[in-house]
C-alpha cells in the first residue's frame, strides 16, 4: 500500500466544482441545470469522502456519516426538480428556465 | 508513479472529461449517458479511498436511480427523444467565473503537503454505528426533508392543477 495525495483529490474537486458552476451558469435547459448541479455537489460529497480517508483519527467516519446524508438530500433534489419540470412542461409546454419567471397560475 | 495514483488520475480523466462532455453536448439523452459515466467513474475514486459502502451508494442512487429518474423526466417532456437543444452561447462571465474558482481552489490545493499518504478505511459497521448513534440527528433530519419532498412533488405534479 503506497498511499495516495491529498492535494490531488482536491484539485479533482475543484475542477469538478468549476465545471458545475460554468453548466448552472449557462445551461438554460432545465434537466441540464439539475446535472450541473448533481456534479457540483458530487464534488462537495468526494471533500467529505477524501476528509474522512486521510483523517487519521476515529472521528473520521464522521465525514463518511456526512456523506451519506449529502447523497440523499442530492437524490431528494432531482425528485423534487423533476416535479417542477414536469409541472413547468404541462404549464408552458417548454422546460426553458428563462421562460419560467414564475410558476403560478 | 504507484498503481493507486495512476488509477486515481485515470479515473479523475474520466469524470472530469465526462462532466464537460455532459454539459457541451447538444442531445439531452447523449448528455445522460455521459453522466452515468461520470457518477461510475466517482464510485471508482469511493472504492480506491477505501469507501466501500460510498462506492455502492454512488452506483445505486446516482448511477441507478437519478440516471433513469432524469432519463424519465427527458421522455416525457418531449415529442423526439433524440432531438437537439438550441445552441446555448458561452457567456465570457461564466467562464471566467469557474476558471476563477478552479484557479483559487486549486492554489489552496497546491499549498497542502504532497507527501503520499494511506487512506484509512472504515468498516460499515463502523459507518452504520456513527449514522445510528452520534451523527442520528441528521439522518432524522434527512428522513424529514424526504417526506416533505415527497409531499411537495405529488402536490407539484397532482391532477388538476392547470
Given at each position: 500500500?503506497s498511499?495516495?495525495?491529498?492535494?490531488?483529490?482536491?484539485?479533482?474537486?475543484?475542477?469538478?466544482?468549476?465545471?458545475?458552476?460554468?453548466?448552472?451558469?449557462?445551461?438554460?435547459?432545465?434537466?441540464?441545470l439539475?446535472?450541473?448541479?448533481?456534479?457540483?455537489?458530487?464534488?462537495?460529497?468526494?471533500?467529505?469522502?477524501?476528509?474522512?480517508?486521510?483523517?487519521?483519527?476515529?472521528?473520521?467516519?464522521s465525514?463518511?456519516?456526512?456523506?451519506?446524508?449529502?447523497?440523499?438530500?442530492?437524490?431528494?433534489?432531482v425528485?423534487?426538480?423533476?416535479?417542477?419540470?414536469?409541472?413547468?412542461?404541462?404549464?408552458?409546454?417548454?422546460?426553458n428556465?428563462a421562460?419560467?419567471?414564475?410558476?403560478?397560475? | 508513479?504507484?498503481?493507486?495514483?495512476l488509477?486515481?488520475l485515470v479515473?479523475?480523466?474520466i469524470?472530469?472529461?465526462?462532466?464537460?462532455?455532459?454539459?457541451?453536448?447538444?442531445?439531452?439523452?447523449?448528455?445522460?449517458?455521459?453522466?452515468?459515466?461520470?457518477?461510475v467513474?466517482?464510485?471508482?475514486?469511493?472504492?480506491?479511498?477505501?469507501?466501500?459502502?460510498?462506492?455502492?451508494?454512488?452506483?445505486?442512487?446516482?448511477?441507478?436511480?437519478?440516471?433513469?429518474?432524469?432519463?424519465?423526466?427527458?421522455?416525457?417532456?418531449?415529442?423526439?427523444?433524440?432531438?437537439?437543444?438550441?445552441?446555448?452561447?458561452?457567456?465570457?462571465?461564466p467562464?471566467?467565473?469557474?476558471?476563477?474558482?478552479?484557479?483559487?481552489?486549486?492554489?489552496?490545493?497546491?499549498?497542502l503537503?504532497?507527501?503520499?499518504?494511506?487512506?484509512?478505511?472504515?468498516?460499515?459497521?463502523a459507518?452504520?454505528?456513527?449514522?445510528?448513534?452520534?451523527?442520528?440527528?441528521?439522518?432524522?433530519?434527512?428522513?424529514?426533508?424526504?417526506?416533505?419532498?415527497?409531499?411537495?412533488?405529488?402536490?407539484l405534479?397532482?391532477?388538476?392543477?392547470?
Amino acid at each position: 500500500m503506497s498511499g495516495l495525495v491529498l492535494a490531488q483529490f482536491l484539485g479533482l474537486s475543484a475542477a469538478l466544482l468549476g465545471i458545475g458552476l460554468f453548466g448552472i451558469l449557462t445551461r438554460r435547459n432545465f434537466i441540464l441545470l439539475l446535472i450541473a448541479i448533481e456534479v457540483a455537489i458530487n464534488a462537495a460529497v468526494l471533500n467529505f469522502v477524501y476528509f474522512a480517508g486521510f483523517a487519521s483519527g476515529p472521528g473520521g467516519v464522521s465525514g463518511q456519516a456526512a456523506a451519506v446524508v449529502v447523497v440523499g438530500l442530492a437524490a431528494t433534489e432531482v425528485a423534487v426538480g423533476l416535479a417542477i419540470v414536469l409541472a413547468l412542461n404541462r404549464q408552458r409546454g417548454s422546460i426553458n428556465v428563462a421562460e419560467a419567471s414564475t410558476l403560478r397560475q | 508513479m504507484s498503481l493507486e495514483e495512476l488509477a486515481f488520475l485515470v479515473l479523475a480523466a474520466i469524470a472530469v472529461g465526462t462532466a464537460l462532455a455532459a454539459l457541451l453536448v447538444r442531445e439531452l439523452v447523449h448528455t445522460i449517458l455521459w453522466i452515468s459515466v461520470f457518477f461510475v467513474a466517482l464510485s471508482g475514486i469511493y472504492f480506491l479511498l477505501q469507501a466501500d459502502f460510498l462506492g455502492i451508494l454512488q452506483l445505486g442512487v446516482y448511477a441507478g436511480a437519478v440516471t433513469i429518474l432524469l432519463l424519465f423526466g427527458v421522455m416525457v417532456t418531449r415529442k423526439r427523444i433524440f432531438s437537439r437543444e438550441a445552441a446555448t452561447g458561452i457567456g465570457p462571465f461564466p467562464l471566467a467565473l469557474a476558471l476563477v474558482s478552479i484557479v483559487i481552489l486549486s492554489g489552496v490545493a497546491a499549498g497542502l503537503p504532497t507527501q503520499p499518504r494511506t487512506v484509512h478505511a472504515y468498516s460499515p459497521a463502523a459507518l452504520s454505528e456513527q449514522l445510528f448513534t452520534t451523527d442520528g440527528g441528521w439522518l432524522v433530519l434527512l428522513g424529514l426533508t424526504m417526506l416533505s419532498a415527497l409531499a411537495g412533488a405529488i402536490y407539484l405534479v397532482r391532477e388538476g392543477r392547470e
